[in-house]
């Protein structure tokens, strides 16, 4: 290796293909008109640093998450990684950085350990508290960025693996240990549940990570999750037909709205059914492929709110 030190004065992650070739990399993205103070002080060891990555930077381009899409055609762009933006993407596709998000190098080193928790059970209206010691186990003063994420172990939707959910700045001489704590809201714990409407609270396992980055998770502890049960899924003209049919009395009044409509018999309006039931698509399109326009975008919609009000399933209106 060479005795090259790259400055890094971007906005945004890089691939580096030369990185193995160089004795270091100072990642000082634009830092103003202070940049070039700060950057010596770091350099000639006047600064300890201490930041960490807020992206994450791939072996390739290749890697990175909206590639197939980037940058778009016909004046238009689709961001394609939809929640699995940055680190959720290469954590759901098993891929590794060359840097992951969270990582950033110091003069000194940090050990985490002896994590508790203020409970072993959150609900709606909870707060955890997570206190853990880092020890700075090196020969210079330094500051740690401790980072907990949130992995949940069987998430009713697809969701990301693990997820930031609070982080700490902790500054250490040489030898000393100090007490973190960092709070957790269940609000922090929600996601956007777009058939709902509403920020739901999944019920079921779920670990916090305390690590130095996304890839180096030092401590862990499994909590449970208490949620209300949802109520039954809530139609519309996008639902698949099949999840009308896993109820009796959806199926039937699906059934009588069909029939009266397109004026099926009992034979037509059952051969319907069964085609229905095997489509991949939304409801709507699904009857409209046989039938046309008989039936209205709008009119479903009419249908299908009448049968969620029937069935209890009425919309909560989000908060």
Known sequence: KSKVVVILATPDAVVMPWADHVAAVLVAFFGGQGAGSAIADVLF???NPSGKLTVTFPVQVEDIPGYLTYPGEGNRHIYSEGIHVGYRFYDKR??????????GLSYTSFEYSNLSVDADRIDASSTITLAFDITN???VAGKEIAQVYARPHQPRLIRPIRELKGFAKVSLEPGETKRVEIKIESRDLRYYDPQYRRWLLDAGSLTFEVGASSRDIRLERTV???????????????????????????????RAFLKQRL?????????????????????????????????????????????????????????
């Open 263 to 319: 004026d099926l018999s009992d034979q037509e309006a059952d051969k319907m059914l069964e085609y229905c039931a095997g489509s991949f698509l939304g409801i709507h399109k699904t009857v409209a492929w046989v039938a046309g326009e008989t039936i209205s975008k709008a009119e479903m919609a009419a249908f299908l709110d009448s049968l969620n009000k029937e069935m209890g399933m009425t919309l909560i209106k989000a908060a």
């Open 137 to 139: 186990t090196g020969s």
């Open 94 to 103: 098993k891929l590794t950085p060359l840097f992951p998000f969270g990582f």
């Open 224 to 254: 449970e999750v208490e949620a209300a049960a949802l109520a039954s899924t809530v139609l519309n003209v996008e639902s698949q037909p099949f999840l009308v049919f896993e109820h009796e009395f959806a199926r039937q009044r699906f």
């Open 45 to 47: 060891g006047s600064q």
